[in-house]
């Protein structure tokens, strides 16, 4: 038999995939997958028995929870570190909505990010989305961008995400911040602009802003806002982020807007842009009105 090498398009499917595994070890790690790919959250069972996180780092714990008991809001607390000292204030908090599908299988990288920028300070926390339909064209619903098979949208959810946290542990109002990006974006800008929110600052990558679809923005003031995004995005363009810098400024908010190469996707020193986000958000961080 004559061994014929793959196409170059073959090869492309090859590393691909390969690509995909290294990008997401936690699918790995996960337990009783069966093929099926992510379960509907509207059967009981599929929500009762979700794949297992991988928890491979000792001095950094998780959390995998429900918030008030109802399996569809998901959410998994990364920290604080073992051994971290509780700090006077309260932890600061950084609340993650990932972009793409926003499900559980981005619980790597989001560990990846508490682990590589933010201080023994911090508590991180993943919100998982929910799948309310197949192919749902709204990751993240809110009462502006809506999908109407959910029963609930992204800010219930994340109230009542921040409401049992900060139940279960002290938090430092000063330092409540999103980190957000693509499909997660939109949301974000939502929790920051809504009435009463303990949001005060925001970090947003490779997103899209549309006014016409958020609170109104004179809420923006005084509030901190690291938009990350690459001039060469053509799934999301560069200009919606610096129409989203002048918008937000002409109302008052502390707005940095840094470009990197690439396009769409997290490309460059991903950390250090997250670390100088992290550091403009904590200076202009103040108590949030209410």
Request: glycine residues 8%; proline residues 8%.
């Given at each position: ?18 690509i ?91 560990k ?70 693509s ?38 003031k ?19 982020a ?46 949030p009105?209410?």
């Amino acid at each position: 038999m004559t061994y014929a090498p793959p196409s170059a398009d073959g090869m492309r499917r090859i590393l691909s995939a390969w690509i995909v595994l290294l990008l997401a070890p936690g699918a790995l790690a996960q337990k009783d997958g069966g093929g099926k790919g992510r379960a509907d959250p509207g059967s009981t069972e599929a929500e009762s028995k979700p794949a297992a996180l991988a928890d491979d780092d000792p001095d950094l714990p998780i959390k995998d929870l429900r918030a008030g008991g109802d399996a569809r809001k998901r959410y998994v607390v990364v920290g604080p570190k073992k051994g971290a000292k509780p700090p006077r204030h309260g932890w600061k908090s950084l609340f993650v909505l990932p972009g793409g599908t926003g499900d559980a299988a981005f619980h790597p990288f989001v560990k990846n990010i508490a682990r590589q920028v933010f201080s023994d300070e911090y508590v991180v926390v993943q919100l998982v989305s929910v799948r309310w339909i197949e192919n749902q064209p709204v990751i993240w619903p809110t009462a502006h961008v809506k999908q109407k098979e959910a029963t609930f949208g992204t800010e219930e959810f994340f109230l009542d995400v921040h409401k049992e946290v900060a139940k279960s542990i002290k938090l430092d109002p000063r330092c409540c911040f999103t980190l957000s990006w693509s499909s997660g974006g939109p949301a974000a800008y939502v929790l920051a602009l809504m009435d009463r929110t303990p949001i005060t600052g925001s970090y947003v990558a490779q997103s899209v802003f549309f006014p016409d679809r958020l609170p109104p923005l004179r809420a923006a003031k005084g509030k901190a806002f690291f938009l990350d995004h690459s001039p060469e995005d053509e799934k999301c363009r560069f200009a919606l982020a610096e129409q989203a810098r002048d918008a937000l400024k002409k109302e008052g908010a502390h707005v940095e807007l840094v470009a990197y190469d690439g396009g769409h996707g997290w490309h460059g020193a991903i950390w250090d842009r997250m670390k100088k986000g992290r550091a403009h958000l904590e200076k202009h961080a103040v108590k949030p009105a209410r």
